[in-house]
């Protein structure tokens, strides 16, 4: 069965920092692979997504994401990072089907 | 993209009763799913809900707990029966209006529910 895990739970930076959320899969084929991020109080918005092709995504919001087969990786990252980030990311993919499988999130603080 | 309506919003309901959650969305859609997420837990698939037949719920959940009903191709129910303080999470609505799995999700903004 798919699984995806992030590793941190908790990672918190200075405004104007650079970000990276770490991101592992396990599947045996290419899965398709997201981030989202869920603020306060919010529904899950849609940051970026990999299915093929460039491995290097660019989002909304300023993020960027990197596929790295070799490392079953797909990371988050802002060159910098505003207050209004804070937020829980969750990384996710689909394998074989249609369903989504969810990590564990990381919940970023932004330190002014 | 997709227009997920989510309602209600937020609850707080006794033990022993049961809640239903409404997801209107403003396109047909063939994949619904509902979703849990538990207090700082991930998001879990409770289960899919199809349109005209009975939904297909993932290990740990039952339809006695949780029925979905799916009359249409915009609009599904989620009921948690007999709610106890362990059913206290938030529950999401998610879309995928393409129907594969190399489209976007789209999800409602949650209802969050506590039991007292």
């Known amino acids: 069965a798919q699984s995806v895990t992030q590793p941190d739970i908790h990672i918190t930076v200075s405004e104007g920092a650079s970000l990276e959320l770490r991101c592992n899969y396990s599947?045996?084929?290419?899965?398709?692979l997201f981030w989202y991020v869920q603020s306060p109080g919010q529904g899950l918005q849609l940051l970026l997504k990999?299915?093929?092709?460039?491995?290097l995504v660019q989002g909304i919001k300023g993020f960027e994401a990197e596929f790295k087969r070799s490392q079953s990786s797909f990371n988050l990252r802002k060159p910098s990072v505003h207050w209004s980030d804070a937020a829980e990311y969750f990384c996710?993919?689909?394998?074989?089907?249609?369903?989504?499988?969810f990590g564990t999130g990381t919940q970023l603080k932004v330190e002014l | 993209s997709a227009v997920i309506s989510q309602k209600p919003s937020r609850d707080i309901c006794q033990r022993g009763t049961s809640l239903t959650i409404q997801c209107q969305v403003d396109s047909q859609v063939t994949m619904m799913f509902w979703y849990r997420q538990q207090p700082g837990q991930s998001l879990t698939l409770i289960a899919t809900a199809n349109q005209g037949s009975e939904a297909t719920y993932e290990s740990g959940f039952v339809i006695d707990k949780f029925p979905i009903s799916r009359p249409n191709l915009t609009f599904s129910t989620l009921t948690v029966s007999n709610m106890s303080p362990e059913d206290s999470s938030i529950y999401l609505c998610?879309?995928?209006?393409?129907?594969?799995?190399?489209?976007?999700?789209?999800f409602g903004q949650g209802t969050r529910l506590t039991v007292v």
């Open positions: 990999y299915f093929s092709g460039d491995t």
């Open positions: 998610s879309v995928l209006p393409g129907g594969s799995r190399n489209t976007e999700a789209f």
């Open positions: 599947y045996g084929a290419t899965p398709y």
């Open positions: 996710a993919s689909t394998g074989g089907g249609n369903k989504l499988t």
